[in-house]
């Protein structure tokens, strides 16, 4: 069971970035799947996730309007579409997935310290 980040890089304020999460060794079938950020000197806190038990997504207000998170089943990928960066989005992205029944914005509670399977995380960093 493996999940894999990419996707980061530097960017401008204003910009846009689309980190992927590829999955190996399992499904997303059961699972919500999500991102969770770190930034420097801060707790993780998750960001975005799909809920594969309501077909519903859930974001943090601070990314609310500004990121997307999609799946490709097919792929056994999940996307986070990130635009109009700003400097307070800077933090290394993680990908996260979480066996759950029920969908929920405890979700975005529990992905930071509650997962079944966790990713490397990929680096974003918005200059002013």
């Known amino acids: 069971v493996q999940l894999q980040a990419s996707g980061g890089g530097l960017v401008q304020t204003g910009d846009s970035l689309r980190l992927s999460c590829a999955a190996s060794g399992f499904s997303f079938d059961g699972y919500a799947t999500g991102w969770v950020r770190q930034a420097p000197g801060k707790e993780r806190e998750g960001v975005a996730c799909f809920s594969d038990a309501d077909y519903s997504t859930y974001y943090a207000d601070s990314v609310k309007g500004r990121f997307t998170i999609f799946r490709d089943n097919a792929k056994n990928t999940v996307y986070l579409q990130m635009n109009n960066l700003k400097p307070e989005d800077t933090a290394v992205y993680y990908c996260?997935?979480?066996?759950?029944?029920?969908?929920?914005?405890?979700?975005?509670?529990?992905?930071?310290?509650?997962?079944?399977?966790w990713g490397r995380g990929t680096l974003v960093t918005v200059s002013s």
């Open positions: 996260a997935a979480l066996r759950a029944r029920v969908g929920g914005l405890w979700l975005l509670r529990a992905l930071p310290y509650e997962h079944d399977a």
